[in-house]
């Protein structure tokens, strides 16, 4: 059985050598059962870790047509700022690069599991392949799962059949142990264990069994009504009709054109990228302040928080997924041109 985990630039050395480690390990007690490479999108070449830069060596690109596991890390750096080498700004350029292309082939072929550790599967989520999806991510980015259109577990593993994904840093060794365990044996697993003096943490989550009681809604799951729209002053436009928006992203700048109707106190609208079309959802008017949640593709696939201010004609704000860096907003309102006399 060949591993391979596939390195970029600014990977989680611990998200790497874990699994690296008990996996190697798991080769020896299986008499050679099991092969482990260390390969990237790029090919052939020494990629930096993060944040020290520590190289390691891949010895080239993703095999699917021999690889019967293809393991993906999170990335180490700041966790807060908007800078290039944050983790959020990392796991977003992944998620626009050859990572996602890959993963979802192996998603399509048979025989294939795509593992991930801590921030890797939020590479998935954002490129949209997660969607309704059980899976596990760090804790700081859970939201984001969610957002990006995975359904969050809290578990330290998470075994969705050809998907399994695990939670922060360390987690990495148990879903290596959960792996060498479900395809070599519980036997060569614990042997693992004995060598590493390690004992893995809680129960792999599987979407099996009986449903424990009191289980309901999640908060994705719940509606959180419109609080109706407080009418202009005199002389102020108020809210409605079309915006003309910049979204400044860490991928570069998005124009959006947004449709916005008031009638019988209640607040409705879509958003107009290209030809694509999507409503605002949960879109909500506190006075001049507009909130709504809005699907979108561009620069990848995510679930935003909007919260913007409405002052006269103009439109500023802020668009939100999770742990990446808010997007600044800024938008004018259309005016129809004037008929010639």
Known sequence: ML??????????LLDAIGPYEVLTAAGMQSGGGIQVDFVSAA????VPSGPGGLPI?????????????ILIPGAAGPTQGDGPDTVPAMLAREAEGELPRIAAAGLSRPGITVATVCGGSLILAMAGLLQGRPAVTHHLGMALLETAGGVPIKARVVDDGNLVTGGGVTS?????????????GPRIAHAVETLFEY???????????STPAGVGQTASDQIIPDSGVVAPGPGEPGVAGRWD????????????????????????????QGTEVTPLIGLAAFGNRLTWSQHVTKPMKLTLRFDVVVTGDSMTGTAKAGVLPSSRLIGARRHAALAPA
């Not at 985990?5 to 989680?12: A, M, R």
């Not at 080239?60 to 690889?67: T, V």
């Open 3 to 12: 591993v391979q985990i596939i390195l970029f630039d600014g990977f989680d």
């Open 43 to 46: 090919g052939a070449r020494m």
């Open 57 to 69: 060596p891949a010895g080239g690109q993703p095999d699917l047509d021999r690889a019967s596991i």
């Open 172 to 184: 990495g060794i148990d879903v290596a142990l959960h792996l060498v365990e479900r395809f070599h």
């Open 199 to 209: 004992e893995r943490r809680g129960t792999v989550w599987r979407n099996c069994g």
């Open 245 to 272: 928006v910049t979204i400044a992203t860490p991928m570069g700048k998005q124009a959006v054109t947004y449709d916005i109707s008031v009638a019988n106190g209640a607040v409705a609208g879509t958003a107009t």
